[in-house]
Nanobody, 127 residues
């Protein structure tokens, strides 16, 4: 079993910056793709970002490209999402996700390809 615990969500002003963290346990972290997704009230959970097992490649939704940056520290089993120039439309619960297939990146934006999820952390951006 893999346990994921997100933290860092809070109420922010538009234009601000925030860093989310996701602490993972229960598996060798460094062999697996990780992802960030978000879900706004009344909407489907959507892809935000993915990062390959060593952090060499990152992928982003168009809506966050150029503003958000994913990174990971495999020595600490921790995933990060740096969020800059926050907008009210970024308001959502943010989830980190773990793909339980080593060294796989294909289909990184599909929820169905992730096997473990954190409980989520709320980010609210006021205008």
């Amino acid at each position: 079993q893999v346990q994921l615990v997100e933290s860092g969500g809070r109420l922010m002003q538009a234009g601000g910056s925030l860093r989310l963290s996701c602490a993972a346990s229960g598996r060798t972290f460094s062999s697996y793709t990780m992802g960030w997704f978000r879900q706004a009230p009344g909407k489907e959970r959507e892809f935000v970002s993915a990062i390959t097992w060593l952090g060499r490649n990152t992928y982003y939704a168009d809506s966050v490209k150029g503003r958000f940056t994913s990174s990971r520290d495999n020595a600490k089993n921790t995933l990060y999402l740096e969020m800059n120039n926050l907008k009210p439309e970024d308001t959502a619960v943010y989830y980190c996700a773990f793909r339980n297939e080593p060294y796989k990146i294909s289909g990184y934006s599909s929820k169905a390809n992730y096997d473990y999820w954190g409980q989520g952390t709320q980010v609210t951006v006021s205008s």
